[in-house]
């Protein structure tokens, strides 16, 4: 029998905000343990939270961005569990009115190769909604030690309908997540730092069959790989089981990306009752439509809109759109260089070629760059005015790397210009054309290639700095009329 | 010069500074000396710190001396609940969850009683994270009523008021779930006001119901209790509960010649239960009000018989997850016996809670479990609201509301301890107030043959405070209750 995987996706996503998700203290990664905790993060008697108004817009922003419903109010709840990582043993979350309801993430799925653009597709979301994160435990022989310096961290999760099915459909869908949510400036989404954490909820069914299998939640999938070899992982696991005629029982399982194994956690009768109820210690926040008309105005370009609009309005090849879109920050630099040159393609080709590839070899981020738009759009001009001969070009950017010159200026201080006195190259092209009267004749009956013959001459005279393209046209020019 | 100052009104204690006549070393130092004292036989405090009060006090006579008074309780010391947070002092709940627990920082009303001058004097003992009605549920010791020692001064705040009541502290900040500040007020004969949820910020304040506490103060007169509501209440940006209402001057406000108010009697605050004592007292001084031109109208409360149910729900729902946070991992109590991290939870709660802040959690844990959810909290909260309702239909008649504090004078102690229900009950009258979210005082309205002190609770409008104070005042200004004291004789 043939089986598909019905997947759905819980993506935490920490918020990037200047603060905590409910007090002033600063939020951040790789402070001294404890370092950023106060009397609301550690819990104290008596300390009480106060929503950042800047967490609930950057969620907002994302709900925005993917195309989902914003409630009209945001409201707080408490869920109660005890665990030592939760200072006060209760996580201020949203329960029932979650912030953001429906909308979905386009998804790219793998094309015939990488020069090919995958198929398309929109993964429905369930919700999205606001919480606190929690702190991080260290377990060792001495004891176990708790970091709070992660917690209250605002954290924002991201649920998907079952509506993905394939490993290589989650995998798109968190690459396309991620891009988003650096677009718009909400999270950097780095799993290494546990900015962007990722469970899934996977089972089997007949193909054919509409009812749901019964599903496996995976966790601790703690990079976008593991999250698609989890999930293969578990694909087959389930088939297996379910061919040698067992059945699969819910249960939460731990994927070791390291051993390609997992084992189960806990199983579905140790769930816990959360007892959630309003939190009574933060009021309900309206957002109205003049609230959310701001925050419509500062979401960018989605990706695959922008994309898309690079491959119809500038032509550029897909291969070097899937270089500078999911890149924001390239994405732009390279739309100054296309507006600043008049010609895309070419400087397209050089911020995916030769740009990415110096900045990566110098391991130079692309904000620090000494190549700006200008540069690319004023190298981009001169080879097409023909000003400079290829080869020269390149010795152009690489000086452009090293000191951050306009071209213009390392063309006429390193001498690259090509011949510019149409009047001296015309004059050496008469004197080429009158030592060689039976190239001459070939030419005229009809031999295209004894043009070739004058060439030399010509770049000898010049000495090599004339360009090749001038004096093609220039001899030829002089051959018609002679 | 000393014992004389002990029960002077702040009023006139802050004229005597102004003077000259005494400073706030030597104001302080009577306080000690009464509080050495008298508190042996009255346990009113968990603690107290007589070099910092003495300090505080040099402070305050440095800033008179250089022209830089804050006003008038600058140098006035205003006792403090063990469960409003002081920067360096004990923060206990008396509870022995918390019995090492220093706090690192102020409440906000502890700040604003500080930039008010005042002296930040003792640590005042209470039910248990202020749950109960008697005081009997501490831990640390059981506070005696100044008027009767072998009797109860109330609760939770008990010992803010016996402080007050016996002259250990000019004034005192209690907090209020459910009657917490004018029930005790009302048993040791000192007026307690309890304000509009919002007015006062709970930041510092360990939560007990969050959705009702408010802390509010314990002074031996109207004037005085105007005069501390001043100095507390206003927006916080750090209790996202506090309104940023704008706040009177109570002070300027309270004595209106010839006001006159139309005054509510509901018929439901006089029914079975109530002691006869209590109601003729309070018939008197409905009296009264009579007397001076006000006209009495009677209102209709009807949803009065579900609030003390709805109360134990609500109340109960949110204590239990606000008391999550005393597991013993980061401070407070940790068991020495535990295994593991779930061991320690059960053992440090175990050992470190008392029997009545056992049984709230529990019943609160149960109404918000699967379930239960809709059964209990959400229908408390629509009782909720109806009572609201009906207090807010009435205030379109009348402009506040006049009620006994509580149903009987101070019991004794331990009368009650066995049996939770009849001392649930003891709060009856002051639980609606907190439930619709109102402002209510109770003012010393005459004493029990026996002489325990009676209570005349005073219902105001949302943010009524500085009316409900004036007509406290109306009454009191004919009624010399607050010059007599207890005389602190007996067991």
Sequence with gaps: MNYEAVIGLEVHVQVRTASKMFTRVAAGFGAPENSLTDPVVLALPGALPVMNREALNQVVKAGLMLGCAIAPVCKWDRKNYFYPDSPKNYQISQYDNPICVGGSVEIELPGASRNVMGAHRAVALTRIHLEEDVGKLTHGAGGSLIDFNRAGTPLMEIVSEPDLRSADEAFAYLTALKTIMIYGGISDCDMEKGQMRCDANVSIRPVGATALGTKVELKNLNS????RAGIAHEIRRQVSVVERGGAIVQETRDYDGQTGASQSLRSKEMAHDYRYFPDPDLMPVRVDEAWKARIRAGCPELPFDKQRRFLSEYQVPYTITSVLVPDRALSDFFEEAARLSGKPQAAGNWIANDLLRELGRAGIPLGASRVRPAHVAGLVKLVEAGAIPGPAAREVFAAMMETGEAPEVIVDRRGLR??????????????????????VADFKAGKDSAINAFKGPVMRAAKGKANPKLVDETLRRLLRDA | MSAELIFKPITELASLLAEGKVSSVELMRAHVARTRAVDPRLQAFNSFDEADALSQAAASDGRRAAGASRGPLDGIPVGMKDVISVAGQPLTASSRMLANYVSPYDATVTRRLREAGAIIWGRLNLDEFAMGSSTENSATRTTGNPWDLTRVPGGSSGGSAAAVAA??????LGSDTGGSIRQPAALCGVVGLKPTYGLVSRYGLIAFASSLDQIGPFARSVEDTAITLGAIAGHDPLDSTSLRNPIPDY????????????LGIAREYFAEGLDPEVAAAVERA??????????IREVSLPHTKY????????????????????????YGHRSAEAADAVDLYFKSRAEGFGAEVKRRIILGTYVLSSGYYDAYYLRAQKVRTLIRRDFLNAFREVDAILTPTSPTAAFRKG???ADPLAMYLSDIYTIGVNLAGLPGISVPCGFTRGRLPIGLQIIGKPFGEADMLAIARAYERDHAWSAQHPEMNGA
């Design chain 1, 224 to 227: 976008i790989s593991f999250v």
């Design chain 1, 418 to 439: 090509a011949g510019t006195d149409a009047g001296e190259l015309e004059q050496w092209c008469r004197e080429a054309l009158a030592g060689d009267a039976r190239s």
């Design chain 2, 167 to 172: 002259g250990e502290a000019a004034a005192a």
């Design chain 2, 251 to 262: 002070r300027a406000g309270l004595d209106r010649p010839g006001a006159t108010w139309k």
């Design chain 2, 286 to 295: 409905v009296d009264h009000y009579r007397s001076i031109g006000c006209e």
């Design chain 2, 307 to 330: 609030a003390v149910g709805a109360y134990y729900i609500i109340a109960t729902a949110e204590c239990s997850s606000n008391l999550s946070r005393y597991d013993g991992v980061r």
């Design chain 2, 415 to 417: 009368e009650r301890a």
